[in-house]
């Protein structure tokens, strides 16, 4: 069936850095790419999203690129601060043949943002 | 999200007894989700209704039914709770026009003994 690959599991950056997680998906149907942060205690929130006919999506100090060809996006988050450490999750969504959209999520990347 | 309420927050019970997890919603959207977030395994979708309607199994859905009392309300039950079941549990919503962006209740942590 279809999947969502994430990596990594965990990622440990100074303050400061950037971070980069990346995602990889099999539907090629696939059309649309969230991104959400869960903070500890709370639901997943949106907190970017890129469409597949957009490559690069910026948002202040994130970014979503997307490769269709390698079934490929990436989330980067630059000048990374203490308040970034979170579960990100990447998904995948395709429109089901009901009309609903089908989402799969990857298994999510835990960041530490180290002071 | 304020938006998405989830009730219980925590819940322990024991293994063959019936619970329910209910979720309410004050955002308008006309379809609900309930999802099951283990460790290493992401979000696996449980159930999925588009209205008050229409009831959908989702990848995991054994185990587990589903009632949508209104169009904000959206329960989950386990009818026969086993240990394996022990998850964390999310809701979520989201609008008929834009139906691939969900918003999601803050979970509820259950734990089968």
């Known amino acids: 069936g279809e999947n969502v690959e994430q990596h990594p599991s965990t990622l440990s950056v100074q303050e400061g850095d950037s971070a980069v997680i990346k995602c990889t998906y099999s539907?090629?149907?696939?059309?649309?790419f969230p991104w959400y942060k869960q903070e500890l205690g709370k639901g997943p929130q949106l907190i970017i999203d890129?469409?597949?006919?957009?490559g690069e999506k910026k948002d202040q100090r994130i970014a979503v690129t997307l490769n269709k060809t390698a079934k490929h996006f990436s989330l980067h988050i630059t000048e990374t601060q203490p308040e970034d450490s979170a579960v990100y999750f990447c998904?995948?969504?395709?429109?089901?043949?009901?009309?609903?959209?089908?989402?799969?999520f990857g298994a999510g990347t835990r960041l530490f943002v180290k002071a | 999200d304020a938006d998405v309420t989830q009730t219980p927050r925590n819940r322990i019970t024991k293994t063959g007894k019936r619970i329910m997890l209910e979720c309410s919603q004050t955002k308008g959207h006309d379809r609900m989700y309930w999802y099951r977030q283990d460790p290493g395994l992401g979000l696996r979708l449980i159930y999925y209704s588009f209205d008050v309607k229409d009831i959908n199994k989702g990848e995991i859905s054994d185990g587990y039914s589903v009632s949508r009392q209104a169009q904000a309300k959206f329960s989950l039950s386990l009818e026969s709770a086993i240990p394996n079941q022990t998850a964390l549990y999310f809701c979520?919503?989201?609008?008929?026009?834009?139906?691939?962006?969900?918003?999601f209740g803050p979970g509820t942590r259950l734990l089968v003994l």
């Open positions: 539907d090629s149907a696939s059309n649309y």
């Open positions: 979520a919503t989201s609008d008929r026009l834009r139906q691939e962006t969900q918003y």
């Open positions: 998904a995948a969504s395709s429109r089901g043949i009901t009309g609903g959209f089908k989402t799969i």
């Open positions: 890129i469409r597949s006919n957009v």
